[in-house]
């Protein structure tokens, strides 16, 4: 499986501010997901992220809050503009290994907004 | 898009217990994943089983998709296996890996 190294691990910010995330896989995929799990709850999908193309959002979630970039196969960022407390959450980058449909996940980035 | 319901909510056994934890969802599936989030947030994919049984160490899965539901077993439970157990399925019928939704999670304390 893949590994997948996220940064940063855990952040406070302010609120009105914006944080990148940075996903990095130690091998090539098609296909990266940022998931997004807020306190005490479940995962949520927030949007798909293809190489060359933009990112598929789910509903919910809108390209001027969560953008995100994905340079290359191997890398992607995921923004949390603007944050509000209600933005407190762990923000999770997976992967499946192209071919496969297994789901890998990162450790996750902690944001803590006040 | 496919719901998952998980249960029970919350799970609490002594060291050495059997548990076992369900999965229903809402319509036919494709792909159907178990996963462990640790103490620390830590998630770990434990079997992909979209139909059949797989066991690995004192863990096995059985999904009956027929049925739309899946078990995950956890024997001789040891304080390492406590965290809350995820099942997920694809947000759509005929999704594959993209695009995953989540159960609520177990969550599992084993005491020692």
């Known amino acids: 499986s893949a590994v997948i190294s996220q940064k940063p691990s855990r952040d406070i910010c302010q609120r009105g501010t914006s944080l990148t995330i940075q996903c990095q896989v130690d091998s090539q995929v098609t296909m990266m997901f940022w998931y997004r799990q807020q306190p005490g709850q479940s995962l949520t999908l927030i949007a798909t992220?293809?190489?060359?193309?933009?990112?598929?959002?789910e509903s919910g979630f809108v390209i001027d809050k969560f953008p995100i970039s994905r340079p290359n196969l191997t890398f992607s960022t995921l923004t949390v503009s603007n944050m509000s407390p209600e933005d407190s959450s762990i923000y999770l980058c997976?992967?499946?290994?192209?071919?496969?449909?297994?789901?890998?996940f990162g450790a996750g980035s902690r944001l803590t907004v006040l | 898009g496919i719901q998952v319901e998980q249960s029970p909510p919350d799970l609490i056994l002594q060291e050495g217990a059997n548990s076992t934890l369900r999965c229903n969802f809402s319509d036919s599936v494709n792909n159907l994943q178990w996963f462990h989030q640790n103490p620390w947030g830590q998630l770990i994919n434990l079997f992909y089983?979209?139909?059949g049984t797989k066991q690995n160490g004192r863990l096995s899965a059985t999904t009956v998709a027929t049925e739309r539901y899946s078990l995950l077993y956890i024997s001789s439970s040891q304080t390492t296996d406590s965290g809350v157990y995820f099942c997920?399925?694809?947000?759509?019928?005929?999704?594959?890996?993209?695009?995953?939704?989540f159960g609520k999670g177990t969550h599992l304390i084993i005491q020692p």
């Open positions: 997920a399925v694809p947000l759509y019928s005929g999704g594959g890996a993209d695009g995953l939704t």
């Open positions: 089983i979209p139909s």
């Open positions: 997976s992967v499946a290994v192209n071919g496969a449909n297994v789901l890998t």
């Open positions: 992220a293809n190489q060359g193309s933009e990112a598929t959002y």
